[in-house]
């Protein structure tokens, strides 16, 4: 199978200090990984092939850099195939975040290729409060953690219900943006990643991903491929990581093994502690 590794990186030069800081890892020869960015790729020391798209004809006039970043995000399928590139499965993480390489990549495309309601993994969200609170508990964890405005929320609140009022904000289902995988040649993905795109670059709604994805998982009646097993603060849900012991050791060496994705916590970058002031904008 043909895969690709994405992530994604956007900011103004002077405040690269405060990016994430995409790490190096093991490359598979036959996958491809790719890092967009707004900056020069010569500012990076990283494992990814960088490449800068600031003057993408889809991003070069939204004026919010975190806006910007997800683009390829989401809609990296719209992006290859404008450079006549296609793949069968497409994995995305965060930019401090790497894969791991000793994980079976091609059995998990396969098993995400093999869903025909919905190709698309990710991992229910590592707090109880948000699996069994939804859109509205995630909406109070961001005010909380200072992430955005009590007006925006409260106007992204509004604009969603006007949108489509059948969606139910407590439901109790969340999924995290944080990592995931998709069929590339999936329509009804290409579907909801443009409906997320055209609502997030077009209306003053929050910056903040996962709420409108969330919302529009609900809205279509569609379930990801569910796979908590992507990273070490949601492998803790699956059932094996309850029988391992508690030792720190084997914990550790469980989630190192298991992991489809390493989070990197050392090179997570302060950028989110500005987000609420929009000094990324």
Not at 133 to 153: P, V, W
Not at 232 to 244: R, T
Request: a negative charge; hydrophobic letters at 30%.
């Amino acid at each position: 199978m043909k895969l690709c590794f994405t992530s994604a990186l956007f900011c103004e030069k002077e405040k690269l200090d405060q990016l994430d800081k995409p790490g190096h890892f093991e490359r598979n020869e036959k996958y491809d990984y790719f890092l967009f960015t707004n900056l020069d790729p010569n500012l990076f020391d990283t494992s990814w092939d960088v490449i800068n798209i600031a003057e993408n004809e889809n991003i070069k006039n939204i004026n919010c850099q975190i806006k910007k970043s997800r683009y390829t995000k989401f809609l990296s399928w719209d992006y290859f195939e404008s450079i006549n590139s296609e793949y069968d499965v497409v994995f995305y993480c965060d930019a401090w975040i790497i894969p791991n390489n000793k994980k079976n990549w091609e059995a998990f495309a396969k098993k995400i290729s093999e869903n025909n309601k919905f190709p698309f993994a990710q991992a229910e969200h590592n707090k109880e409060v948000c699996r069994t609170g939804g859109i509205n508990a995630e909406f109070e964890r961001i005010l909380i953690s200072d992430r955005d405005t009590s007006q925006s929320i409260e106007y992204t609140k509004q604009f969603l219900h006007k949108y489509d009022n059948s969606v139910h904000f407590d439901y109790p289902q969340y999924f995290e943006n944080t990592c995931f995988g998709y069929d590339f040649n999936s329509k009804i993905v290409r579907e909801i990643t443009k409906e997320l795109w055209n609502l997030y670059t077009t209306n003053e709604i929050s910056y903040r991903d996962q709420p409108l994805w969330n919302f529009l998982l609900l809205k279509h009646n569609v379930v990801p491929v569910i796979q908590n097993d992507l990273k070490d603060n949601s492998i803790v849900l699956i059932k094996e990581y309850k029988k391992i012991k508690k030792t720190i050791s084997e914990v550790e060496k469980f989630k190192n093994e298991n992991c489809w994705f390493h989070r990197l916590y050392e090179n997570e970058g302060t950028m989110r502690d500005n987000y609420t002031d929009l000094k990324f904008t």
